[in-house]
């Protein structure tokens, strides 16, 4: 499910995931964690205080000084990596004060999914994700029981400890904890969907999509995993299509970011290049 945002609240967001991605690569399993909780408590707060929610998103404010106010107001409960993360955000500009809590809650979602990637279990846990959005959709009566803020959230959230008991990875439940404790009015089987894409997509970041004319040997791509993983510098899997049409060489793509080596490629470069 896409994000509503408009185009300065996109590129701020934009900014701000990538920036986050490379403190990620860095981070130990414990750090993220803890930067997920930190930046789900924040939104937590803007949610439940929306002045203080207007001052750090006031974009006739510089962002310098709303970056400052963040760092005075936060600089006693958040480790380092949250406090740079939320100052980030703040300094940045934002078309509506409500998309500051989206984009504290992509990057609390991003950094508590990056735990999955480094423990290696996120396939487990966008499956884990998926069936459970499955079961509410089954389940009307406990997913509006799931989602009524009329009740304490932290009945809420026990409720569904005691729906999900030992059965999924902790990743898993601290995302569907989260989410249930702040429902903002969305479809819980829609939003256990979303985080469920949401890992899909973090999944991608460590599989490199191969498209080459003729079967690699194992050397080759052992060669190949072993160069991208420096590239990238993070662990990275192959996923291979053969793919006649290329003539020659390969085509590597890594997320949205694409090496084209391919002699089709070359030649469709260079005819570009023509004179006209």
Do not use: C
């Amino acid at each position: 499910m896409a994000l509503q945002l408009r185009a300065a609240s996109r590129e701020s967001l934009a900014e701000a995931e990538g920036r986050l991605d490379g403190r990620v690569d860095s981070a130990s399993v414990t750090e993220l964690g803890t930067l997920g909780e930190q930046l789900f408590a924040v939104m937590r707060l803007l949610i439940s205080e929306p002045s203080l929610r207007r001052h750090l998103a006031d974009s006739a404010v510089p962002g310098a000084q709303r970056s400052q106010l963040a760092d005075q107001l936060f600089g006693r409960q958040l480790d380092r990596p949250a406090l740079d993360t939320l100052s980030d955000l703040v300094a940045a500009r934002w078309s509506r004060p409500a998309d500051l809590v989206e984009g504290l809650e992509v990057l609390a979602r991003r950094a508590t999914l990056a735990v999955a990637e480094k423990d290696g279990s996120l396939a487990e846990v966008e499956d884990e994700l998926f069936r459970f959005g499955r079961i509410l959709d089954r389940e009307p009566e406990l997913s509006s029981l799931l989602a009524d803020v009329n009740e304490p959230g932290d009945g809420r959230v026990a409720l569904l400890d005691g729906v999900l008991g030992q059965r999924v990875r902790p990743v898993t439940r601290a995302l569907l904890e989260q989410t249930v404790r702040t429902p903002r009015g969305r479809s819980l089987d829609l939003a256990a969907e979303e985080l469920s894409e949401l890992a899909a997509a973090r999944r991608d970041r460590y599989v490199a999509h191969v498209g080459t004319p003729v079967a690699l040997t194992a050397q080759q791509e052992q060669r190949l995993t072993d160069t991208l993983s420096r590239l990238y510098g993070r662990s990275m899997s192959l996923q291979i299509e053969l793919d006649p049409s290329l003539l020659g060489g390969l085509v590597v793509r890594v997320g949205g970011e694409v090496i084209d080596g391919s002699v089709s490629g070359r030649l469709s470069a260079a005819k570009r290049a023509l004179p006209k």
